[in-house]
């Protein structure tokens, strides 16, 4: 028998990867030209030509022995780290250097390994609906206690008056994401500076450590000119959890990292922890040839237009037809009011017309559907009609 756990982790498994299993399904019974699939967050652009050129000549120049061996330290290759703390010097005028870096198994391995450092049982995370629903089972790896911020529909900024009287003094953790999965906002500076004020606060009336964890595996997809601010410049208890996943497009090769700056409380011990939990969370290493192709690529983008453009056509083709949405700022997601309360009524009915979203209830925010635009153009164009026979069956 699987452990009690397992059972609830099993029986609440994730809607959107559940979406997306049916998505396959649907598509070998109707064609893939007739499904609208916009389940899941898997990029449908290439990665940059000059990723598969690095895996080339590294693969050549490199000792195969040492290349496909485990590093040294469990935090990755030293030049590997120290190259990434580079680059985010020059590009947000920080001082790290490769001992602030743990290179990680994408954002999702980097969030469990500090999650495993951070957390005691019952030890309390806050987080900001609508977040991402795994947040719910990482937290839950380590025993703790994820506490949610009701959603903001106005605007998805965080409520902070709300924050504020959720934390206690067995906080230990706040996890943002900006920009956010799943409704494409960007946080503010101005609330990224009021969240950073209410935090201050709480740790001197409760004498404690609280760490402000930035999920950012969108931080390069950002459109219309707007700034994401880096969060270690604002509040010196932060920790950034990246991924190559979106940026370079290489979700499935699992390649990320942490940043843990000096300035952090015990930073000392905190990366030691990092490291150790790197290995015993059976991870051991990131992996070693793709540590090698994003030092290569650094400075290497995925083209966003492509994700621009189906931005803006998705977004005004929804509009036109009744939809409320807000216009997303980043990433890859459009969150759009359901018709209807029971939002999962509405995908149910979507689903009649081989249109796949994902429930909002999934990221804490019933009465809205997540709708990932990562997908070829042409889906886009052609599920607008689709979307029209939906809107009016409610109107």
Known sequence: MISKKMENMVANSSAIRAMFEEGNRMAKLYGAENVYDFSLGNPNVAAPESVKEAIRRILEEEDPIALHGYTNSNAGYEDVRAAVAESLNGRFGTAFSAKNITMSVGAAGGLNVILKALLNP??????????????????????????????????FQPKLGEFEEKITKRTRAVIVNTPNNPTGVVYSEETILKLAAILEKKQKEYETDIYLISDEPYRE???????????????????VGYSYSKSLSLPGERIGYLVIPDEAADSGNLIAAANVATRILGFVNAPTLQQKVVKACLNERTDISYYDRNRETLYQGLAKLGFECVKPQGAFYLFVKSPVADEKAFVAAAKKHNILIVPGSSFGCPGYVRIAYCVAYETIVNSLPKFALLAEEYK
């Open 221 to 239: 997809l950002a459109y219309d000119g707007v700034e994401v601010p880096y969060l270690t410049k604002y509040y010196a208890n932060t920790i």
């Open 122 to 155: 019952g030890d309390e995370v806050v987080t900001f609906a609508p977040y991402f629903g795994e947040y719910r089972s990482y937290v839950d790896n380590y025993d703790g206690v994820l506490v949610e911020v009701s959603p903001n529909t106005a605007d």
